[in-house]
T-cell receptor
């Protein structure tokens, strides 16, 4: 199955700074999700990308999928303490057909700390 | 629309016991997936149900099982609990048969003593 590697593993920034989190896949990404998780809680859906070169934004968060569809990045502009948490990228295995229904394969997560 | 709900939120069991966790998907969502999250292994897929049928299963022992009811609510069961089963169990629901956004519940924190 697919393997996703996120970098960096953790990130500490000062409020107001911009930051980028990367997600690299061992295979072509057909459906790539970004989620945010507060420690010990559920995952909050941020964005989903499917097409090569696609870019989506929500408030101060922008996610991109490269043309080759093997790497995605999440960029936060002017970070705030509310952005702190664990960011996870997930590859949708169901696009591959077969019996991979309902399965997301996740990266190990990036822990973001924002100091006021 | 109400989100995905999971009950109970916290559970403490002892080794050898069994446990049942419940998940109610978003109204209209027919696909329910279950995941286990631990510090060491991260988020791992357990299984997926659609229209009361298990369509996909992850690499977990047979002690982990699940089912889905006609109203799309799902349960997962873990029998003969082991210390290593301590984890956050998350369920996610999706509207379409495949290739659609999965929305997660708050999770059930299981501690096995």
């Amino acid at each position: 199955s697919q393997e996703l590697e996120q970098s960096p593993q953790s990130l500490i920034v000062q409020e107001g700074k911009n930051l980028t989190i990367n997600c690299t896949s061992s295979k072509t990404l057909y459906g790539l999700y970004w989620y945010k998780q507060k420690y010990g809680e559920g995952l909050i859906f941020l964005m989903m990308l499917q097409k090569g070169g696609e870019e989506k934004s929500h408030e101060k968060i922008t996610a991109k999928l490269d043309e080759k569809k093997q790497q995605s990045s999440l960029h936060i502009t002017a970070s705030q303490p509310s952005h702190a948490g664990i960011y996870l990228c997930g590859a949708d295995e169901s696009f591959r057909g077969g019996t991979s229904y309902g399965k997301l394969t996740f990266g190990q997560g990036t822990i973001l700390t924002v100091h006021p | 629309k109400a989100g995905v709900t999971q009950t109970p939120r916290y559970l403490i069991k002892t080794r050898g016991q069994q446990v049942t966790l419940s998940c109610s998907p978003i109204s209209g969502h027919r696909s329910v997936s279950w995941y286990q999250q631990t510090p060491g292994q991260g988020l791992q897929f357990l299984f997926e149900y659609f229209s009361e049928t298990q369509r996909n299963k992850g690499n977990f022992p047979g002690r982990f099982s699940g089912r889905q009811f006609s109203n799309s609510r799902s349960e997962m069961n873990v029998s003969t609990l082991e210390l290593g089963d301590s984890a956050l169990y998350l369920c996610a629901s999706s509207q379409l048969a495949e290739g659609n956004e999965q929305f997660f519940g708050p999770g059930t924190r299981l501690t096995v003593l």
